[in-house]
């Protein structure tokens, strides 16, 4: 047998060639050979004469390849090619990274690994014997799970406005100056005073100052409203699953003649599950209101002093002492409107149900890793002819000593071929009828034999075959009784 390395591009394949080849005396070889270089994924056995298949293989993900004039099974054997189950990436069976920090996105978890490919397997022969002892397993290796997503953490909380901002002299003065000019007036004029102001602030707070006159009095509620929680990002995405490794492919020529011959186990590995995808931040806590409402001549009330507070305008047409006259709301002459202030403590927003949880992620977005690989695939077209001429050119020196003991491998395999076929029957020993002493008397035998019966008595048994070595002796069963035939 001849070893040698055939490479294709990135390809390799171990390639053994002979004039008569028996799988036993080449699988450690081989084996040992794709050992030490992991790049060989291809096997090619190439007989010019007869291939025994005699010892069962194991080879994950290598493609196995037999050409030969004449390939024999000569007993069961199992030929294993299936695929290795992925590696489980002990760093994907906790979720990804989650957000620590208000608004910080969960990290996407990571697909799961494929499973190996099983190898392919072919034979390229004039015939195929003892094919029934022949099974192939040519299973694809299952896929690891994917990641789950990270959380993200919550939003970043809404913020407030402080007290100060309302109190600061310049504001105070732009009140005052207003209040001055309702008293001066009497209330004439008063719609030219009255107003209400919406302003944006920079922080996302909301200012709304309301001014009506009522009478010799001027009535003001400044409000700041709090920005509003912000919403936490997406979660992270799931890792899909790995896919399973596919399944090897089977192909038996015999005289160019594709044939389904030989028992057959082949399926794709089973995927691995996906992750599931991150929960989504929630809202941040929203932010305070505060408000201040003043009469003239009265005490300013303050609203929302412990910044915790969010606070709502009702409207009434009831006059207290608690409400403030709203000119802007009133529906009509005849119905005035009062403003006075509610509040409650601030909360969190809820996510809705489908707000829970980030989208899965599509399959257009699986990773290399995750998508399963086929084995080296059948070189067909150079092997269709190889049944016919296996070996082109010139064979070295070692075949050329195999080719003289083709007579004799011929022998062996027909011996072998013979003890499997046929069944061993012993064959029975022929029973010959020995007479006794008193019967030789009765037939008158000893007068007719004097002659040897008068030569036995110095004789041992040995003397006498070596003495009529061309006459046979027999001792009869059980007795001292000797008969000469």
Known sequence: MVFSLLSQGTKQTLAIEGHNITLSAANREINERIKRNTKIKSVLLRAKHILILDQDVILPSVTFTCAAAEVVVTKPVKINLSGKDAEVDQTKLKPAKSGKQKGEKGEDGKDGNAGHPSGNFAIFAKKLKGKENLNLILNGGNGTNGQDGGDSAEGEDGVGENFERLDSLKYEFEQGFKRFGRIVSAGIGSSLFNKKVKVKMENGSTEVINEAPYYLSLHTIDFVKGSDGKRGECGGKNGLGGE????????????????????IESHDGQAGQNGLPGKNGGYGLEGWDIAKATKTFAKTRKYGTSFNEKLTVEYTTVKTDETFRVVAEDEGPESKRYAYIKSRKCEKKVLQDHELRTECKDESERSGEAIAQEADAIETEALDQDYEIP??????AEVEEEIEEENDFERIIDFCVDLIDDEYVAKERPKEQLLSSKDIENQNLLEQNSRFWNSTIDFTVENLFEKYENTWIEKNSGKNNWFLK
Do not use: A, F, R, T
Not at 253 to 259: A, P, S, T, V
Not at 391 to 396: A, I, K, M, Q, S
């Open 391 to 396: 070996l082109n050119g010139e064979v070295d």
């Open 244 to 263: 399973g490794g596919k399944k090897g492919k089977c192909m038996i020529k015999i005289n160019g003649i594709e044939h389904h011959v030989v028992k």
